[in-house]
């Protein structure tokens, strides 16, 4: 089953607009999602990476910078880089206007090292404040990695709906379903508090009391059976 996230953009809900529901990927369809990004050039391959195992935004991803980088696979979250009508991509700070860190997973942290690697034979050196997400030393537009997904989405017969925000929304279902506080939750993907995420991301609740329910019914069953079995039982006695 894949879940919807049913919240409406403010961008939308302004306008007076419904805006479709955002499809969220189980795990299962992530994983083949997975296995297709690992096929690709490996610039594509950390990118989609890191949005599916930190929930960055777009305009954070392609912000960072190879001094963000620091041990135990800490990245700092600090700036956004995201294209404005008429001024062309501008850098800022980050949408909730807060620095942040997250911990990277160490494959995903390896894969990171094998690109600075590259970069470094490519560009005869490679600065602190280079964006790691450059070719021949200069910054990839924020579209490149959005049209980049949707071509592999619709060669690989991926749904429609997919797009690179779904990485970020399958991060938090996930994290939530698996036992992660919403607090942690929300600062890792840089939400100032938890209400955003609890009027987004409610579902993985949903789930965990339909769970419990299915925990009582597997109590309340065997003794309705036995109770049945004796009103059946009483009632042959009766009709003897």
Not at 63 to 79: C, E, K, M, S, V
């Amino acid at each position: 089953m894949t879940y919807c996230c049913t919240t409406q953009p403010a961008a939308w809900t302004s306008c007076g607009w419904n805006a479709p529901p955002q499809c969220i990927p189980q795990a299962w369809e992530m994983q083949k999602l997975l296995q297709c990004i690992l096929q690709e050039p490996l610039l594509y391959r950390v990118y989609y990476l890191l949005a599916l195992s930190t929930g960055l935004r777009r305009g954070e991803l392609c912000a960072l910078r190879w001094r963000d980088l620091h041990g135990g696979n800490q990245l700092l979250i600090q700036h956004s880089r995201s294209t404005v009508v008429g001024k062309g991509v501008i850098e800022s700070d980050t949408k909730s206007h807060r620095t942040r860190v997250v911990v990277l997973p160490q494959v995903v942290y390896d894969y990171l090292g094998e690109l600075l690697f590259n970069q470094i034979v490519e560009n005869n050196g490679v600065c602190p404040d280079d964006l790691i997400f450059a070719k021949n030393g200069k910054p990839i537009h924020p579209d490149t990695f959005s049209r980049h997904l949707r071509r592999l989405c619709d060669k690989d017969a991926f749904p429609k709906d997919y797009h690179l925000h779904t990485m970020r929304h399958f991060f938090a279902t996930y994290l939530l379903e698996n036992g992660t506080s919403k607090q942690v939750t929300a600062d890792l993907l840089g939400h100032a508090d938890t209400a955003f995420l609890e009027r987004t991301y409610c579902h993985p609740q949903d789930t965990c009391k339909e769970q419990a329910a299915g925990l009582l019914d597997t109590m309340l069953q065997p003794a309705d059976a036995i109770a049945w079995e004796c009103e059946q039982k009483m009632l042959e006695a009766g009709n003897q």
